[in-house]
């Protein structure tokens, strides 16, 4: 049984870091990927309370270009709020802030920025779409947009990273480069598609057989020598319902590590610290104080730190994957807890200086 199909590496793609003073009381970062006609990524604002600035949560962010590079970028969840204007190149955006609670629409201006403590990524894609010999259906799509350092870090450091990212997305061979590695990961699933194919009748629905794969990296901390990536991976095979998985990855830019929850938490307060997920678990759930988890379908009734979490100037985000504390009906869990409530269990009341507020 042999296969075609096509390999696109997408001109024009990139990442930016982009910051912006709205008003000398509001700025604005954000951290988009431009993939074809897609722009997407993460932002958020900081606003001048008391002398100190505040910073929100890391608030996701999903649009488009036309073919004039005019763009809408929506806030995931919120049909009240959304950014429009146009990208006037990989280095500047301008546009509008449009938000109900707002009197008026405020003007922005982001410029793509690498201050002392951030560094450039370079964007990796790649797309190929196969089907049967002689078939349109069924196929399978393969679709990786990855994020690497492209440079300012140390060999050592930079094969770490690398090496991370890759482990994460499921490559277990040989440390090659880049293209390499890409190529084994899709001559991998290319070959479990075929080899599932003879094993199945092809029948009036072929389309039912179809496979998907997607990879997508994204930055949802890149400021203080903190770079913190999200890593979501979506899968899905024939009728079943696809499953959506996503990974952070935390590194230090001064020490040139991978950080863990363990460098964050004191262990003196393991036990106080989650008390404290449980509560935070349940007011995100909305549920009272004595109610059974498990009762409610979650696997344990206590609520366990996760090594998968994510940093940024707001605070700390812990994130559960289906299955991990429930099952598929119940969904992902993420919470997003402020520096300040975090405060009494971290090993620095003031880890990286600019963090807490």
Known sequence: MTMNGISLYAQNSFYEHYTGLISEELKLTADLVKVKEGFSGYYYYEFLEEGAWISSKPIPLDGFLDDKNQFVLNEFGDQNSFFQG???????????????????????????????????????EKYQAKSLKGQMEPQAEFNLVLLFPEGQ??????????????????????????????NTLEESYFRQFENAMTQVSIDSFPDHLSWQKSIRMDV???????????????????????????????????????????????????????????????????????TSLTELGFFNNEMKPTSNFYIHPGGLG??????????????????FIPWSEMAPFLLDPHPFGVFIN
């Not at 140390?154 to 390499?180: K, M, S, V, W």
């Not at 230090?252 to 307060?269: A, Q, R, T």
């Open 86 to 124: 146009r990208l006037e190149n990989a280095k500047l955006i301008k546009g509008q802030w449009v938000n109900n609670a707002l009197k008026e629409n405020i003007d922005f201006t982001l410029k793509a920025t690498y201050a002392q403590g951030s560094i450039p990524l370079q964007l990796v």
């Open 318 to 335: 812990f994130y559960y994957n289906i299955f991990e504390i429930a099952p598929f009906s119940n969904g992902p869990t993420d919470l």
């Open 220 to 290: 949802i901390n890149n400021e203080s020598s903190l770079l913190c990536m999200q890593i979501d991976m979506y899968a899905k095979t024939g009728k079943q319902e696809g499953t959506r998985v996503k990974k952070y990855i935390v590194f230090d830019l001064v020490e040139n590590k991978l950080l863990g929850i363990s460098d964050f938490i004191n262990p003196e307060h393991g036990a106080e610290f989650q008390a404290f997920l449980d509560q935070k678990l349940r007011e995100h759930y909305k549920l009272h104080a004595t």
């Open 153 to 182: 870090l140390d060999p050592a450091a930079h094969h770490q990273l690398n090496r991370r990212i890759y482990q994460l997305i499921g490559y277990r061979g040989e440390f090659e480069p880049n293209e390499n590695r890409i």
